[in-house]
């Protein structure tokens, strides 16, 4: 046999081995993970558990299982803005406008109160302020977005693919 146009055969050092090895453990971990056998039922399932114990926790595992499972930030949302001040002054107009297009004309013919009854609470409680802002904002903010728009789309289109009927599954 001829070896011609191969590279000879080298014998990797013990810790050579054990990297490879652990490569190919965490490829092998990678991709029970990221599949639908029992590993990655059980991550979804710890993913969506995880809000029970404190509410960011859900997203938190969720980035971690980005993170073994070698899925790129993108597929789970996480995309960098071209540019961050144009980003951030049109998210403030459109929301702002947004708003008050709601208060001002869509609520009322709806006959909708003027006051929130669900907040109305916080009028002139501070303490109940840090508190709200923080399920605000890792609850609703990074939490929901994250597993919901973000984590489990992507096991979604895994799972269900991305073609037209399953994209509309998945709005």
């Keep these: ?23 190919e453990a965490e490829t092998r971990l990678a991709q029970r993970l990221s599949g639908f056998g029992p590993a990655g039922i059980l991550a979804i399932v710890a993913v ?12 938190v595992l969720a980035l971690v299982w980005a993170y073994w499972s070698r899925t790129p930030w993108r597929e789970i949302g996480y995309v960098r803005p071209k540019n961050w001040m144009v980003t951030a002054a049109i998210g403030i107009a459109f929301g702002a ?6 208060k001002a004309v869509i609520m009322p013919l709806f006959g909708a109160p003027e006051i929130n009854q669900a907040f109305h609470y916080l ?12 399920l605000l904002i890792a609850g609703a903010g990074f939490g929901e977005e994250t597993i919901f728009r973000g984590y489990m789309f992507e096991r979604l289109y895994k799972l269900l693919g991305r073609r037209v009927w399953a994209r509309t599954a998945t709005c």
């Design 48 to 59: 969506l558990a995880g809000n029970l114990l404190f509410i960011p926790l859900s997203a």
């Design 123 to 134: 009028a002139g409680n501070r303490s109940a302020i840090p508190v709200t802002l923080w």
């Design 1 to 23: 046999m001829s070896n011609a146009g191969q590279e000879p055969q080298r014998e990797l050092s013990g810790s050579a081995r054990g990297t490879v090895a652990q490569t």
């Design 97 to 102: 406008s947004f708003k008050l297009l709601m």
